[in-house]
């Protein structure tokens, strides 16, 4: 444990967890741990789970008390969102807390939502000051998983004692101080385990089995004081004395001495008016069975009932649940546990109802024949888990509903099951059984049931598309998804329907209606106040401009979608808007740039999203990488590698279509073969599939560069439709335009007009974006689409790509050079010092201007353009420990309020239009778009936290600031140098003189002061 205070002290926060069976001296452990952190100076949190509560986070409860905590509960985050809501939520006042040692005890008894935070903290907390010392039994029925816990702490197995210490401790114990006791023999019996020795030390004559042991620490009280033990442990620690007076038919005053010989044996540590605590988990487990349990149960729950309101009937059918026997009677109480259960939901206490739904789901297991009862004891625990994020448990519990419901008559039963187990299905790879299912509860459902006959269109749209026979029945599923989503003015229901309408376009027409439902999303879900809807319909938005070839009004979208990548709380919305961002940055010239954002996008993923999601992704903009500048980077052929064996298996065009294009990257040749030969007769059945249109370009690629002349007319005809589109796999990674495509395809079938039609209409639409490493690329093929058709000369249109190749750096193997692109090439201009003010002449005009921070540092980043500079380095700072930084910008409870504000502006915006004031609706507009500046200030591309209070923070707004004063200053004297030096120079926390290749200066710089000062 010292160790792992250690490094939390250096910034690294670490979990220890305690591994033992009961009694072994966990809590000892974590005891003496916590005496050693507050002498270092930490402050100690603890927090327990409790076995009797079993309410989602109840581990924390503690923590949150002790730190002032309340939950933040926003109703308007999706599922997903909600456990990285209380993720965020403990991470932020654990950090605000630091230095601190948070000891959670009882692992084996809490959720598994509470365990996940564990599990993603010390990530979660960067260099926060924080430990973790938590305690868990090795086996406990019901126990949550904690592999994926193990993976990142360091576990300690606590074993016995050895006899030498079984000796000292059974002196310590004995009446007589003496070490009599034959300790070999004791820790033979005890395994060495602490707490059986010292009851078995205590026990008359040291003898006995260790459950009797226990039991026989009670054999000294009297018959009430023992039925009062075996209430208090039957009633949960929580269980007020009141309660537990009722239920012993006696007051509190009269309880409380009964058990005051239980305090003075150390059998209670504690009795007052809030409960009575047990020394230990043992000894409460042996006061439970100090007869017969129902009995007990069935006292406390009519104790309870005098209590009223909702949690008083709460705890009631929770004993009450534990007191009945037989099938009809658990039946009876089950379905009165299921009513409880939906007043605590509609009461705002979901993690209390999902306490109460586990204890009658449990005892819905002896109702063999109420199929029914179970299957919605299942949906309705499945439901309330899925709305805490609590998604494990909950899809396990679907999967039991659904095979509970195939039994029973009633088509709602069946239809809540199949949506619930389908929330998560992927659309990639077919799965007909479960295609079956679906159509079949979607069959036989009442036709008034309306939300749920659009949740199960939506399932259907989404498992079907993975189904290449069944393209026409998606679409039909998906309009009537749409269609039935508006009927019940949910907007929550139709945004979805709209996202899932527009997932895969099979065809132009519905590539072309992607805007219009995405503009429709994103309106819906900002007047709902669903941020998480609208950041998914500003992608859809930026996925469609760029397919468009509008690289403005993509980038305009997905910084719309960055803004509310910051504000939510689940990683994977950073990791999508990172990666829409590297396409971004790769077609607009910065290979580095676009690398370094691909690299944050898997370290925002890693440990935090499924890793073959992660390794997927990055796969895909590792080729977009190489494919587009010539090179591979270092990680790009062993990725390719992992992923070629990865899917080597799956059936799915989408995979398939992926690897052979991976393939001729690399010179494989019998994998490209495999692929041609496989989809080259009816390449048109790719459009079936999950972002057909993207596999149809990457096929035709494949088939022009393989010069697959077989395969050349059917990819053409097949792709046709899409000219004039750029084509955006699924939003992320791109290629080169359809138009380039069909260029080359038609000159491998011999149609040379069309070759070089298509081809002149790649290059308008690579000048159009602009995107200078497409532009190389089709300028390239141009030229030989020329020369094939013996159109005249191509010299000028290959110098152009030679002299833009080199400027971005584009390597293309194989193709000759006209002419040498060297520094000399392009228009000179210098920057030097002249005594207290600098010089700068160019073709663009000259200025002459005052020695400034600003000026220094342009002069940095002229020296050596397209190479980024830190602005820590820029500034002359030494960069100082990151433990300095006082975290992010925007804390859990700032996210929600920007969400919350963005969403009444909306309205505002909304009401004001529908009333015809186009002053109020003005105002409302240049608040939000206020507020959405201030938080593009607070957040970084792809929607990353910035950091404030930090030496970088600081850093990037001070270099930003005297950069843009400093051009802003050129450009009163040179306007031309200043609007290039404005659009050349990019600034953040990475800064680099980036300039188009047709406008580039080369740079004299001088930074020595001639005059020596």
């Given at each position: 444990m010292r160790s792992a205070f250690g490094a939390a002290d250096i910034g690294r926060p670490t979990i220890v967890l305690l591994v033992g069976e009961a009694g072994i001296g966990k809590t000892r452990l974590a005891d003496e741990g916590s005496v050693i952190a507050r002498d270092a100076g930490l402050r100690v949190l603890r927090g327990e789970a409790d076995p009797e509560l079993r309410q989602p986070m109840e581990l924390w409860r503690g923590v949150y008390r002790a730190l002032g905590i309340v939950p933040i509960v926003d109703p308007s985050l999706g599922a997903q969102e909600r456990r990285w809501e209380q993720l965020e939520s403990v991470a932020g006042a654990l950090a605000s807390s630091a230095p601190a040692l948070v000891v959670l005890e009882d692992l084996h008894w809490a959720d598994a939502i509470a365990v996940w935070v564990l599990e993603h903290l010390p990530r979660a907390l960067g260099d926060a000051r924080v430990a973790f010392v938590a305690t868990s039994r090795d086996h406990e029925p019901d126990m949550p998983g904690l592999d994926a816990l193990c993976r990142v702490s360091r576990v300690v197995h606590l074993g016995g004692l050895d006899v030498d210490a079984v000796r000292r401790l059974a002196a310590a114990e004995g009446d007589d101080g003496t070490d009599a006791v034959d300790a070999a023999a004791l820790r033979a019996r005890t395994g060495g385990n602490p707490l059986f020795v010292q009851e078995l030390v205590r026990s008359p004559g040291g003898s006995g089995v260790i459950g009797e042991v226990f039991k026989r620490s009670f054999d000294g009280f009297d018959v009430e004081c023992r039925e009062a033990l075996a209430t208090a442990a039957v009633a949960g620690a929580e269980t007020p004395l009141s309660v537990l007076a009722v239920a012993c038919s006696c007051t509190p005053e009269l309880l409380a001495r009964r058990l005051q010989p239980a305090i003075s044996q150390r059998v209670l540590d504690d009795v007052s008016a809030a409960g009575v605590r047990f020394r230990h988990a043992l000894l409460a487990e042996a006061a439970q069975r100090l007869g017969d349990p129902r009995a007990r149960h069935a006292r406390l729950a009519d104790a309870w009932l005098t209590v009223g309101g909702v949690h008083g009937r709460a705890a009631a059918v929770g004993h009450r649940l534990r007191a009945v026997v037989g099938a009809a009677a658990v039946a009876d109480a089950v379905g009165w546990a299921r009513e409880v259960a939906a007043e605590l939901v509609a009461a705002g206490q979901p993690a209390h109802s999902a306490g109460l739904l586990r204890y009658a789901h449990e005892a819905g297991a002896e109702c063999v024949h109420w199929r029914e009862l179970r299957a919605n004891v299942a949906l309705d625990l499945a439901e309330v888990l899925t709305w805490l994020g609590d998604l494990e448990p909950a899809l396990t519990l679907y999967e039991e509903a659904v095979e509970l419901a195939r039994g029973t008559a009633d088509p709602l039963t069946r239809a809540r099951a199949e949506v619930g187990a389908n929330l998560w299905a992927a659309g990639f790879v077919p799965d007909l059984p479960r295609m079956r299912r679906l159509e079949d509860a979607l069959n036989t459902l009442p036709p008034e049931q309306l939300h749920l006959r659009a949740a199960l269109l939506g399932r259907l749209t989404m498992v079907g598309g993975a189904d290449v026979d069944a393209t026409e029945r998606v679409r039909e599923w998906a309009e009537e998804a749409v269609a039935v989503a508006r009927s019940t003015d949910e907007p929550a229901l139709i945004a979805r329907s709209l996202l899932d309408q527009v997932m895969s376009p099979t065809s132009r027409p519905a590539h072309d209606a992607v805007i219009v439902a995405a503009d429709e999303v994103v309106r819906i879900a900002e007047r709902a106040g669903?941020?998480?809807?609208?950041?998914?319909?500003?992608?859809?938005?930026?996925?469609?401009?760029?397919?468009?070839?509008?690289?403005?009004?993509?980038?305009?979208?997905?910084?719309?979608?960055?803004?509310?990548?910051?504000?939510?709380?689940?990683?994977?919305?950073?990791?999508?808007?990172?990666?829409?961002?590297?396409?971004?940055?790769?077609?607009?010239?910065?290979?580095?740039?676009?690398?370094?954002?691909?690299?944050?996008?898997?370290?925002?993923?890693?440990?935090?999203?499924?890793?073959?999601?992660?390794?997927?992704?990055?796969?895909?903009?590792?080729?977009?990488?190489?494919?587009?500048?010539?090179?591979?980077?270092?990680?790009?052929?062993?990725?390719?590698?992992?992923?070629?064996?990865?899917?080597?298996?799956?059936?799915?065009?989408?995979?398939?279509?992926?690897?052979?294009?991976?393939?001729?990257?690399?010179?494989?040749?019998?994998?490209?073969?495999?692929?041609?030969?496989?989809?080259?007769?009816?390449?048109?059945?790719?459009?079936?599939?999950?972002?057909?249109?993207?596999?149809?370009?990457?096929?035709?690629?494949?088939?022009?560069?393989?010069?697959?002349?077989?395969?050349?007319?059917?990819?053409?005809?097949?792709?046709?439709?899409?000219?004039?589109?750029?084509?955006?796999?699924?939003?992320?990674?791109?290629?080169?335009?359809?138009?380039?495509?069909?260029?080359?395809?038609?000159?491998?079938?011999?149609?040379?007009?069309?070759?070089?039609?298509?081809?002149?209409?790649?290059?308008?639409?690579?000048?159009?974006?602009?995107?200078?490493?497409?532009?190389?690329?089709?300028?390239?093929?141009?030229?030989?689409?020329?020369?094939?058709?013996?159109?005249?000369?191509?010299?000028?249109?290959?110098?152009?790509?030679?002299?833009?190749?080199?400027?971005?750096?584009?390597?293309?193997?194989?193709?000759?050079?006209?002419?040498?692109?060297?520094?000399?090439?392009?228009?000179?201009?210098?920057?030097?010092?002249?005594?207290?003010?600098?010089?700068?002449?160019?073709?663009?005009?000259?200025?002459?201007?005052?020695?400034?921070?600003?000026?220094?540092?342009?002069?940095?980043?002229?020296?050596?353009?397209?190479?980024?500079?830190?602005?820590?380095?820029?500034?002359?700072?030494?960069?100082?420990?990151?433990?300095?930084?006082?975290?992010?910008?925007?804390?859990?409870?700032?996210?929600?309020?920007?969400?919350?504000?963005?969403?009444?502006?909306?309205?505002?915006?909304?009401?004001?239009?529908?009333?015809?004031?186009?002053?109020?609706?003005?105002?409302?507009?240049?608040?939000?778009?206020?507020?959405?500046?201030?938080?593009?200030?607070?957040?970084?591309?792809?929607?990353?936290?910035?950091?404030?209070?930090?030496?970088?923070?600081?850093?990037?707004?001070?270099?930003?600031?005297?950069?843009?004063?400093?051009?802003?200053?050129?450009?009163?004297?040179?306007?031309?140098?200043?609007?290039?030096?404005?659009?050349?120079?990019?600034?953040?926390?990475?800064?680099?003189?980036?300039?188009?290749?047709?406008?580039?200066?080369?740079?004299m710089v001088n930074t020595a002061d001639p005059s020596g000062r």
């Amino acid at each position: 444990m010292r160790s792992a205070f250690g490094a939390a002290d250096i910034g690294r926060p670490t979990i220890v967890l305690l591994v033992g069976e009961a009694g072994i001296g966990k809590t000892r452990l974590a005891d003496e741990g916590s005496v050693i952190a507050r002498d270092a100076g930490l402050r100690v949190l603890r927090g327990e789970a409790d076995p009797e509560l079993r309410q989602p986070m109840e581990l924390w409860r503690g923590v949150y008390r002790a730190l002032g905590i309340v939950p933040i509960v926003d109703p308007s985050l999706g599922a997903q969102e909600r456990r990285w809501e209380q993720l965020e939520s403990v991470a932020g006042a654990l950090a605000s807390s630091a230095p601190a040692l948070v000891v959670l005890e009882d692992l084996h008894w809490a959720d598994a939502i509470a365990v996940w935070v564990l599990e993603h903290l010390p990530r979660a907390l960067g260099d926060a000051r924080v430990a973790f010392v938590a305690t868990s039994r090795d086996h406990e029925p019901d126990m949550p998983g904690l592999d994926a816990l193990c993976r990142v702490s360091r576990v300690v197995h606590l074993g016995g004692l050895d006899v030498d210490a079984v000796r000292r401790l059974a002196a310590a114990e004995g009446d007589d101080g003496t070490d009599a006791v034959d300790a070999a023999a004791l820790r033979a019996r005890t395994g060495g385990n602490p707490l059986f020795v010292q009851e078995l030390v205590r026990s008359p004559g040291g003898s006995g089995v260790i459950g009797e042991v226990f039991k026989r620490s009670f054999d000294g009280f009297d018959v009430e004081c023992r039925e009062a033990l075996a209430t208090a442990a039957v009633a949960g620690a929580e269980t007020p004395l009141s309660v537990l007076a009722v239920a012993c038919s006696c007051t509190p005053e009269l309880l409380a001495r009964r058990l005051q010989p239980a305090i003075s044996q150390r059998v209670l540590d504690d009795v007052s008016a809030a409960g009575v605590r047990f020394r230990h988990a043992l000894l409460a487990e042996a006061a439970q069975r100090l007869g017969d349990p129902r009995a007990r149960h069935a006292r406390l729950a009519d104790a309870w009932l005098t209590v009223g309101g909702v949690h008083g009937r709460a705890a009631a059918v929770g004993h009450r649940l534990r007191a009945v026997v037989g099938a009809a009677a658990v039946a009876d109480a089950v379905g009165w546990a299921r009513e409880v259960a939906a007043e605590l939901v509609a009461a705002g206490q979901p993690a209390h109802s999902a306490g109460l739904l586990r204890y009658a789901h449990e005892a819905g297991a002896e109702c063999v024949h109420w199929r029914e009862l179970r299957a919605n004891v299942a949906l309705d625990l499945a439901e309330v888990l899925t709305w805490l994020g609590d998604l494990e448990p909950a899809l396990t519990l679907y999967e039991e509903a659904v095979e509970l419901a195939r039994g029973t008559a009633d088509p709602l039963t069946r239809a809540r099951a199949e949506v619930g187990a389908n929330l998560w299905a992927a659309g990639f790879v077919p799965d007909l059984p479960r295609m079956r299912r679906l159509e079949d509860a979607l069959n036989t459902l009442p036709p008034e049931q309306l939300h749920l006959r659009a949740a199960l269109l939506g399932r259907l749209t989404m498992v079907g598309g993975a189904d290449v026979d069944a393209t026409e029945r998606v679409r039909e599923w998906a309009e009537e998804a749409v269609a039935v989503a508006r009927s019940t003015d949910e907007p929550a229901l139709i945004a979805r329907s709209l996202l899932d309408q527009v997932m895969s376009p099979t065809s132009r027409p519905a590539h072309d209606a992607v805007i219009v439902a995405a503009d429709e999303v994103v309106r819906i879900a900002e007047r709902a106040g669903r941020s998480d809807l609208a950041l998914a319909g500003h992608q859809r938005r930026a996925s469609y401009y760029l397919n468009q070839g509008d690289m403005g009004a993509a980038s305009q979208s997905l910084g719309r979608a960055e803004v509310l990548a910051a504000l939510l709380p689940a990683p994977s919305w950073r990791h999508l808007t990172l990666l829409q961002r590297t396409t971004l940055l790769a077609l607009g010239g910065s290979h580095s740039a676009a690398t370094a954002s691909m690299y944050e996008a898997v370290h925002v993923g890693t440990g935090h999203i499924e890793p073959v999601v992660v390794l997927g992704c990055e796969a895909l903009h590792q080729l977009m990488l190489f494919d587009l500048y010539g090179f591979a980077g270092p990680r790009t052929h062993e990725i390719h590698l992992i992923t070629m064996q990865m899917f080597a298996d799956i059936p799915s065009p989408v995979f398939q279509i992926q690897k052979g294009f991976a393939a001729q990257l690399f010179g494989d040749e019998s994998t490209v073969h495999e692929m041609l030969h496989r989809y080259g007769s009816r390449p048109e059945q790719l459009l079936r599939s999950m972002t057909g249109d993207h596999l149809l370009r990457d096929f035709g690629d494949t088939v022009a560069r393989a010069g697959a002349r077989t395969y050349a007319r059917a990819a053409y005809r097949a792709l046709l439709p899409y000219t004039g589109l750029l084509n955006v796999g699924g939003g992320h990674s791109a290629g080169l335009p359809v138009d380039d495509v069909l260029g080359r395809l038609a000159a491998l079938d011999g149609d040379f007009p069309a070759a070089v039609r298509h081809a002149g209409d790649a290059v308008a639409l690579a000048r159009s974006m602009p995107s200078p490493p497409l532009l190389v690329h089709c300028l390239d093929h141009l030229a030989d689409a020329i020369d094939v058709a013996d159109g005249g000369d191509t010299d000028a249109l290959r110098i152009e790509a030679d002299t833009l190749a080199a400027a971005i750096g584009v390597l293309r193997p194989g193709r000759a050079k006209l002419v040498t692109t060297g520094s000399d090439t392009k228009p000179q201009a210098t920057i030097h010092r002249d005594g207290p003010q600098w010089l700068l002449t160019s073709p663009l005009g000259a200025a002459r201007l005052p020695d400034s921070a600003g000026l220094r540092q342009l002069a940095r980043l002229l020296q050596t353009p397209r190479t980024e500079v830190t602005a820590v380095e820029l500034s002359g700072r030494i960069m100082t420990p990151t433990g300095a930084d006082l975290g992010p910008a925007l804390d859990a409870r700032a996210k929600l309020e920007y969400r919350q504000r963005l969403h009444l502006l909306q309205i505002e915006v909304d009401d004001a239009e529908t009333a015809h004031d186009p002053v109020r609706a003005e105002r409302a507009h240049v608040e939000m778009e206020a507020l959405l500046r201030e938080l593009k200030r607070a957040v970084g591309l792809g929607g990353r936290d910035r950091p404030t209070g930090s030496e970088a923070e600081r850093a990037r707004v001070n270099v930003v600031r005297s950069l843009r004063r400093t051009v802003g200053a050129i450009a009163k004297q040179a306007p031309l140098l200043g609007d290039h030096l404005d659009t050349s120079v990019r600034t953040g926390g990475h800064c680099v003189y980036l300039p188009e290749p047709a406008t580039a200066l080369t740079w004299m710089v001088n930074t020595a002061d001639p005059s020596g000062r």
